[in-house]
């Protein structure tokens, strides 16, 4: 668009040259003599030579041109002045204040319009007409009225008050994002705010992540950078584990070693001796020391992350999770605090042996 754009001011005849030329990614506002608007438009559609690019106009009617958020609208006095623009489509439906995310992101939503309507509106008489409508379309979204109140607090001491003091001790520390879990994050927030820790929460749950998978489902043997689990068939211990390679070359190498420790022909005293030894992998100890049959079919993927630190301590909570199930010697490669067992929902019955980690 840049190159289009200086092909415009070097080549343009002067009698189609716009006198203003505003741009924001493929929406441009401009102004140009009356009757040229065809013929700039068709010299436009002749700069660019792959023809794939094509410009299309909209003029103004009745004295008004939306261009992004913004209306412009002509005065009686020959002047301009902004309102905020909604295509004929819109609803006015926003965040249900009865939905299940933080109360910031409530308040933002009101903060959001209130302050488009403060930077956008260019007339005090028509601010006050843009805040009543927001006012009245969120109160149909379930927004009570306290909401408002706060909302215009916050941003009347935020003109008042620039906070400096605070800005500056928040911007030395990296921002913290936790998940959202109502009631649990708001109390784990104010805490981190006691100790000047900047903290937001996100949603786990989004409409995206429920309803759009672009992807063909992966199979699981093809799945990389996973946690998985692998039960036995014959009680009802679970092997934790986590790989950043395929998920079927991993349990590969899981299953060599297993068979070649219990296919072989053991004397009584040979298993005796045997089954002291530790192997590379808690699921060959199990298999070899309590003569059992893994479940090889039934191995599954529990969890996804790239990011192999991640991936650790997720692998560290479902062994946590697992509690006594789990046959893991120790608690994977990540040390999760025992503090973090009553909000996972398991009681500190896994104690892990200091041995050699799989």
């Known amino acids: 668009m ?38 700039l438009t068709e010299f436009l559609n002749t700069l660019d030579e792959s023809g794939s690019i094509k410009f299309t106009y909209e003029v103004e009617q009745d004295g008004k041109l939306p261009f992004l958020d913004l209306l412009l609208v002509r005065t009686d006095s020959d002047g301009l002045k ?21 109360v910031e992101h409530k308040l933002s939503v009101v903060r959001t319009l209130l302050e488009r309507s403060q930077c956008m509106v260019s007339d005090a008489v028509d601010k006050k007409h843009e805040d009543a ?26 003109k008042q008050k620039k906070k400096q003091k605070k800005q500056e001790q ?7 994002v936790i998940p959202y879990v109502e009631k649990t994050s708001e109390a784990v927030t104010r805490i981190m705010r006691k100790h000047n820790v900047p903290c937001t929460m996100r949603p786990c749950k989004t409409l995206r992540n429920i309803l759009v998978h672009p992807k063909d489902k992966e199979e699981t043997e093809q799945t990389s950078e996973c ?16 790989t950043g390679r395929k998920l079927g070359v991993r349990l590969q190498e899981h299953r060599t070693e297993v068979e ?46 790239s990011d192999r630190s991640v991936r650790w301590i997720k692998e560290a909570i479902h062994i946590r999770k697992e509690g006594q ?12 605090s025992h503090a973090y067992d009553s909000f996972l929902g398991t009681s500190a019955t896994y104690c892990a042996k200091n041995r050699k980690k799989n």
């Open 82 to 102: 902004f309102l905020v623009y909604r295509k004929p489509t819109h609803t006015d439906q926003y965040l249900n204040f009865s939905s299940h995310h933080p």
């Open 133 to 158: 409508h927001i006012e009245d379309v969120l109160r149909v979204c379930g927004y009570p009225e306290w909401s408002f109140d706060k909302v215009k607090s916050q941003m009347e001491q935020k």
């Open 170 to 176: 928040s911007s030395s520390r990296p921002l913290v």
């Open 260 to 305: 070649s420790k219990t296919k072989r022909a053991f004397t009584r005293s040979q298993r005796s001796s045997t089954s002291a030894e530790f192997n590379r992998s808690a699921l060959t100890d199990h298999a070899v020391q309590e003569n059992h049959v893994i479940n090889w079919a039934d191995a599954s993927v529990i969890d996804r992350e």
């Open 2 to 39: 840049e190159s289009l754009e200086q092909k415009l001011i070097a080549t343009a005849p002067e009698d189609l040259k716009p006198k203003l030329w505003k741009r924001y990614v493929d929406d441009i506002l401009e102004v140009v003599k009356r009757g040229s608007v065809d013929k």
């Open 227 to 242: 946690v998985y689990k692998v039960p036995c068939a014959s009680c009802e211990k679970i092997y934790v584990g986590e």
């Open 325 to 336: 199930r789990a046959m893991n010697r120790e608690e994977g490669s990540y040390q999760l």
